[in-house]
């Protein structure tokens, strides 16, 4: 069951919510789980994240590496590009 | 008009690569010594891949921006005198114990790191290096900074570097440190970037800040996840340097399985204390350690080394055991600091019972049975004025260097202590379990030099014979060490919180000779 899973964890801070609303919103299978100080965002095979949906929800034009910022840690092979970012395992 | 700028992949391609150059006054083997000597074999360091494609201007630009938030979060933790809002001042504990225990280590990786950039020979990698190098450096500063804080109003945090040379119960995570910098290149990312950081680091920092925002600590959790941010980068170094060096050449593969296996089971054996920590040292858990060994090493090294098969990797030997281990460790190590806290520059108590009945909660199969017994006997000693405290010096494990308090879990016989023995060049050698005796047996002639604290001390090289004479030569302070209740800091804590004083009075332990 948890073969492939893949998580992403971010501090629960303002600066991170944009890009945890966005693994939400984009992930729909994505579960969320909260704890004292951070958030756990946990999906099988894939996780992803877009320029275009970060900055829509930050409401300013976003660096997808600002994510950097905030990241906690993860689990999976990594792959970005100024659009999008993605961890994935198969 | 501005050019367009260039993408990611383009930027990060112009950083790392063609800016080496094949050296003519010098052989290139000259140049980067350290490569070649493990036996690792690389054919093309152009196919090393970054995940994470930093430039080192945005490098810099998202540090500074982590410091900036850090310290102002700092400055005013500071100004609020923020440290009377934590739960309770026992939990301060375990912030002695991350400051002699682990801002040390992040030391050492800085230093090891400094050397990987300097002695790989492909770029992406020394960029890689370099970067990691700098941001442990930074780790190492911004923990001490923090930690400052605390200790302008509590005890054992004044020294943790000369500690951390010297103190038994730190040569846990010293010890292990040493063996990963003195062996080769490879061998040291792979222990420290992939066995410890990809595998078991999220055991180390997410329930550590996670219980430190649970018990009201912000400075804490703020230093912790500004050094875990740096942490993700660092763990995809680790899972690439693996991928790479096995897709390298098929020899490496055996050397690499070989080194996952030693240093999963060296870095799980420091991971003990934190265990400790976890389940005993923080007055409001948020998490047991048998929860977070599930959720972060079963099922996430699970995945991990399911995804790792296809290199013909598999999961690291033993780690069947520790995870039987999972629900005796944090029980058998707080077990060894009662016996032995009078010696040690932090302090721990019984559990009350409320966490008594948590660890029950927490521990169905083994705390009613095995521990909770044991912690009543404890509790009867300490009403009728005899709190034991161990006087004879412990024997330790001669790899991971831990008084040899381990049970035979795995051969299902959990009272039993777990031995294990080596002969070498006509001595005898011991250790406290399979995985630690496989190490020794590997490589004897590295272990028998091991600085075992208690030898040291019977050899006379610890400052004296007597515990006093110990304490001193380590800079610890009479008020440093010994039970949490009737401690310097508990009354110092009630002063400053303005609660009536408690009439406890410490148990004092007898002085012995050594």
């Known amino acids: ?90 | 008009m501005a050019a367009k700028r260039l993408n990611m992949r383009k930027r990060y391609e112009l950083l790392t690569r063609g800016l080496g150059w094949e050296p003519t006054y010098q052989d290139k083997e000259k140049v980067f010594s350290n490569e070649t000597y493990e036996g690792i074999k690389i054919t093309n360091w152009d196919k090393w891949e970054d995940p994470f494609r930093l430039t080192a201007d945005a490098y810099w630009k998202y540090q500074a921006e982590k410091d900036k938030k850090l310290y102002a979060v700092m400055d005013s933790f500071a100004q609020n005198n923020a440290h009377l809002n934590v739960s309770d001042a026992s939990y301060i504990n375990a912030l002695k114990l991350f400051i002699q225990g682990v801002t040390p280590l992040e030391y050492q990786a800085h230093r090891g790191y400094a050397r990987l950039a300097r002695q790989f020979s492909g770029e992406g990698a020394q960029i890689a290096c370099q970067m990691q190098s700098i941001d442990e450096l930074r780790h190492a500063q911004t923990q001490i900074h923090t930690l400052s804080h605390y200790n302008k109003h509590f005890n054992g945090m004044h020294d943790p570097f000369h500690m951390h040379d010297r103190v038994w119960y730190l040569s846990v995570p010293k010890s292990y440190f040493d063996d990963a910098k003195s062996a080769g290149p490879f061998e040291f990312i792979t222990s420290v970037s992939f066995a410890f950081e990809y595998v078991l680091t999220n055991l180390l920092f997410v329930p550590f800040m996670s219980g430190a925002a649970y018990n009201g600590d912000m400075a804490t959790v703020t230093f912790g996840f500004s050094a875990q941010s740096d942490e993700s980068r660092h763990m995809t170094l680790g899972l690439e340097i693996i991928k790479f060096l096995v897709e390298q050449h098929e020899d490496n593969l055996p050397i690499v399985q070989g080194w996952i296996d030693k240093h999963f089971w060296r870095a799980y054996r420091v991971l003990g204390l934190v265990s400790m920590m976890q389940d005993y040292m923080l007055p409001e858990s948020p998490m047991s350690w048998k929860e977070a060994w599930d959720i972060y090493f079963v099922e996430n090294a699970g995945a991990l080394f399911n995804d790792l098969s296809r290199y013909g990797l598999r999961m690291p030997k033993y780690h069947e055991q520790a995870t039987l281990e999972a629900e005796h460790l944090s029980h058998q190590v707080w077990g060894i600091f009662y016996n032995y806290i009078h010696a040690a520059a932090f302090n721990i108590g019984l559990p009350t019972e409320k966490k008594m009945d948590w660890l029950s909660e927490k521990y169905p199969n083994t705390f009613d049975q095995h521990y909770r017994p044991r912690i009543d006997m404890w509790r009867e000693m300490e009403k009728d004025g005899k709190r034991f405290f161990n006087m004879g010096l412990p024997q330790l494990c001669q790899v991971c260097q831990i008084p040899m308090g381990f049970t035979e879990v795995a051969k299902d016989d959990p009272m039993q202590i777990a031995y294990r023995v080596s002969n070498y060049q006509g001595e005898k050698f011991h250790t406290c379990s399979d995985g630690c005796k496989d190490i020794f047996d590997n490589e004897p002639e590295k272990y028998v030099n091991a600085w075992l604290p208690v030898h040291q001390i019977f050899q006379g090289n610890c400052g004296g014979a007597e515990i006093p004479d110990i304490m001193k030569w380590y800079h610890f302070r009479p008020e440093d060490g010994g039970d949490y209740n009737g401690s310097a800091d508990q009354k110092h804590w009630q002063e400053m919180r303005g609660e009536t004083k408690q009439t406890d009075t410490p148990s004092e332990p007898v002085q012995a000779s050594a």
């Open chain 1, 1 to 90: 069951m948890s073969e492939n899973k893949v998580f992403m964890i971010f501090q629960d801070t303002a600066d991170a919510r944009p890009f945890v609303d966005a693994f939400e919103q984009e992930n729909p299978e994505a579960s969320l789980d909260y704890q004292p100080g951070m958030v756990r965002i946990d999906a099988m095979g894939e996780l992803s994240i877009s320029q275009a949906v970060v900055s829509e929800l930050a409401g300013r034009d976003v660096d997808l590496q600002e994510l950097h910022l905030t990241l906690v840690s993860l689990s999976g092979n990594v792959d970005e590009d100024d659009e999008y970012f993605k961890i994935t395992r198969q």
